[in-house]
């Protein structure tokens, strides 16, 4: 029984996935769905994205959390929409919720939006929201092992950001070892350095992005 | 619908959970719910806490994770029974799983069980374990806004232990402020700062958990 409700839940949840989708491509948008653990800088690298592709692409942001504002009114002091989804208890955003963000946005104005997932590495990952592409941040505070803790997510991703590598010296965290155990799961993700904090990499991030929300992403370095 | 299937789960488990209970205090066992992020520390927090009771408590470990076996090997190489329970998919541990790794115990033979939940700050506070106190690690790195994010949690737990307290000039992280979300969630939770990697902190945390095992908490300086 347990079984067949999370398979309903999961077979609506596509349903309205791809109705966004096909909604969201009939106006040229492109949006992005970024995971990670709490913590790990999801809104350092929507506002790092901001300030590094303004001039390029017009932007807007969906803030997933259980509680609070922040993260909105933290986009929205630099003049981006952002719509943000209180979940109440639920760990994760799914395609429904999605389409209420959608319905205040301005889509025909947008080349670009990012959806800031709620913080958690597990749920987020088995609920597509019709986005056209799926990003992970790794934090080095977090340690190389998450990976191999939580394949799912690392393995459907096409991007990795690996934020916080100014704290590289102060931390257990084998860059090695995580760049081979990435690309056991996953060989064709982009994995990218960071640091917010310090603007190490923004340059690189932007780039890929840039690439992605005007379907060039064949034109990148790899 | 979506309602009454989340509180059939919950009434199963808080059922189960109850036995878990009677259970562990039929043999005299206190088991704590040790409750965080990816990478906020746990396996170590609990590694320290090994290192400094052992010769006062009889210690075993459940080791919850989506997938992998890492932390209960690092757990067993420290010759202390370690329970490993790989969930799937499932993003938290459930009084159900848990019964199933204390029937590979020797009850009888214990002082404390530290349960290891799986790396997640939202489904693991809703589903009681049967334990006798819950636990949540804040990291450093994470930065100061977590308990804003993830109430729930936050307020539900009788210690928060504050991790990576090394890390703090290389973080944007306001102990002060963060000291003052924490009191207004839960005046009663004891809080402690800890360094597992530089060894700071660790006295009071072993000391707050051998007079939590042998239910002489009302002893603790406050």
Not at 84 to 100: D, E, F, K
Not at 162 to 188: G, M
């Amino acid at each position: 029984l347990k079984i067949e409700v999370k398979k309903n839940i999961l077979a609506t949840n596509a349903s309205m996935a791809a109705e966004n989708r096909s909604r969201l491509e009939s106006h040229g948008v492109c949006m992005l769905n970024l995971m990670a653990s709490p913590g790990a800088g999801k809104t350092s690298v929507i506002t790092r994205a901001i300030e590094g592709t303004r001039d390029r692409l017009k932007l807007a942001v969906i803030e997933g959390d259980i509680a609070s504002e922040i993260d909105s009114l933290a986009i929205e002091a630099m003049d981006i929409p952002a719509i943000q989804i209180n979940t109440g208890g639920s760990c994760h955003l799914t395609a429904v919720m999605v389409a209420s963000a959608l319905d205040h946005l301005d889509l025909e104005a947008l080349d670009l939006i990012i959806i800031e997932n709620v913080g958690n590495l597990v749920c987020p990952a088995e609920f597509d929201l019709g986005e056209a592409g799926r990003l992970v941040i790794a934090s080095v505070a977090e340690g190389h092992d998450k990976p191999h803790k939580y394949p799912l997510i690392f393995r459907e991703v096409d991007a990795i950001l690996v934020n916080k590598i100014d704290l590289l010296s102060y931390c257990d965290f084998n860059l090695t070892q995580f760049h081979q155990v990435v690309r056991r799961l996953n060989p064709t993700a982009a994995v990218i350095e960071l640091s917010c904090r310090e603007g190490y990499g923004i340059d690189e991030w932007c780039q890929w992005l840039t690439a992605t929300a005007t379907g060039r992403r064949s034109e990148l370095p790899s």
